[in-house]
Structures are given as structure tokens and as C-alpha cells.
């Protein structure tokens, strides 16, 4: 079963559907991912805190251990190091669930 929040996206805009694609396809395409992200962000309100989880993309790289942690307790499934990009675990930049900078 689909649910309405998929639904919905498939009637939002794409890039080229805006009239300004032609002239400046940077800009266009930066409003229309400003727009997707408002547009989702909308629908996952709609859908409640007990079906919509968000992780911010700043959160997921500066945190990647307690982020994964978070989603996974979110989801009921349990967290291993082993969900994490092997970058983070054997360059030593993870502690404690943080990359070091």
C-alpha cells in the first residue's frame, strides 16, 4: 500500500518544469531541491513522530555513530559499528560515535 505522503511526491515540479531552466539551470535546480526538501519535510510532519524520522545531513557526518544509533533505535533494529562507513573505523576518526575533525 502506497502511502499519501509518496504519492504526493510524484506531482511535485521537476527541474525543468520551471521556466527559468533554460536561462540558469544552477539556480533553478538550487530552488527546486529548496523546494523538494520544504515539500517533504511538509509531508513527513503530516505522516507523525512515531512514522517520520529525520537526520540532518551536518548531523550525519559530524556524528555518524550516534546518528546511526539514533535512526536504528528509531527503527526498533539494533546499532553495530559495522552500519558505519569503513572510513570511520579504520582511519581512527571515530570516538565515542563522533569523527574527530
Same mark, same amino acid.
Given at each position: 500500500?502506497?502511502?499519501?505522503?509518496?504519492?504526493?511526491?510524484?506531482?511535485?515540479?521537476?527541474?525543468?518544469?520551471?521556466?527559468?531552466?533554460?536561462?540558469?539551470?544552477?539556480?533553478? /535546480? +538550487? !530552488?527546486?531541491?529548496? *523546494?523538494? @526538501?520544504?515539500?517533504?519535510?511538509?509531508?513527513?510532519?503530516?505522516?507523525?513522530?512515531?512514522?517520520?524520522?529525520?537526520?540532518?545531513?551536518?548531523?550525519?557526518?559530524?556524528?555518524?555513530?550516534?546518528?546511526? /544509533? +539514533? !535512526?536504528?533505535?528509531? *527503527?526498533? @533494529?539494533?546499532?553495530?559499528?559495522?552500519?558505519?562507513?569503513?572510513?570511520?573505523?579504520?582511519?581512527?576518526?571515530?570516538?565515542?560515535?563522533?569523527?574527530?575533525?
Amino acid at each position: 500500500m502506497t502511502n499519501p505522503a509518496t504519492l504526493s511526491m510524484m506531482d511535485w515540479p521537476k527541474p525543468g518544469d520551471f521556466v527559468t531552466w533554460q536561462e540558469d539551470r544552477v539556480s533553478t /535546480a +538550487a !530552488l527546486w531541491w529548496e *523546494l523538494n @526538501v520544504s515539500l517533504g519535510r511538509l509531508a513527513g510532519t503530516s505522516l507523525g513522530q512515531e512514522l517520520n524520522y529525520e537526520v540532518r545531513y551536518e548531523s550525519l557526518v559530524g556524528r555518524p555513530g550516534e546518528e546511526c /544509533a +539514533a !535512526l536504528c533505535a528509531f *527503527l526498533g @533494529v539494533p546499532y553495530s559499528d559495522a552500519m558505519l562507513p569503513v572510513q570511520c573505523l579504520t582511519s581512527g576518526q571515530l570516538v565515542s560515535g563522533r569523527v574527530r575533525p
